[in-house]
């Protein structure tokens, strides 16, 4: 079982920067691919970012695509997104995932590939 645990959500201005944190523990992920997903309420979830356990592919939402940056320190179970110029549509609940990935490149962009959950950190881009 792998617990995850995000942090460093919060209240941004639009145009500043916010970086997400999600802590993985139980076992290490280091094989496993990860990604952050976000949530407003009556949309489904969406993949925002993706990354494979190497760290070496991505993946990124066209939304986001030039403004955050998804990586991860494996040595320190831990994953990150960094937002930069968050903008008002980019409020939402967001969400960390893991998922045991076969090959060292895989990233997965779909909510049903994923196996763990966090249980979401609030972002609010707001002035």
């Known amino acids: 079982q792998v617990q ?6 919060g209240l941004v201005q639009p145009g500043g920067s916010l ?4 802590a993985a ?3 290490t992920v280091s094989s496993y691919a990860m990604g952050w997903f976000r949530q407003v309420p009556a949309k489904e979830r969406e993949c925002v970012a993706g990354i494979s356990w190497s760290g070496g592919s991505t993946y990124y939402a066209d939304s986001v695509k030039g403004r955050f940056a998804i990586s991860r320190d494996n040595a320190k179970n831990t994953l990150y997104l960094q937002m930069n110029s968050p903008r008002p549509e ?3 609940v967001y969400y960390c995932a893991a998922k045991i990935a076969k ?3 895989s990233v997965y962009y779909t909510e049903g590939a994923y196996d ?10 707001s002035s």
Do not use: H
């Open 90 to 92: 980019d409020t939402a």
């Open 4 to 9: 995850l645990v995000e942090s460093g959500g």
């Open 116 to 125: 763990y959950w966090g249980q979401g950190t609030q972002v609010a881009v």
């Open 25 to 27: 523990s139980g076992r």
């Open 19 to 22: 970086r997400l944190s999600c």
């Open 103 to 105: 090959y060292s490149f």
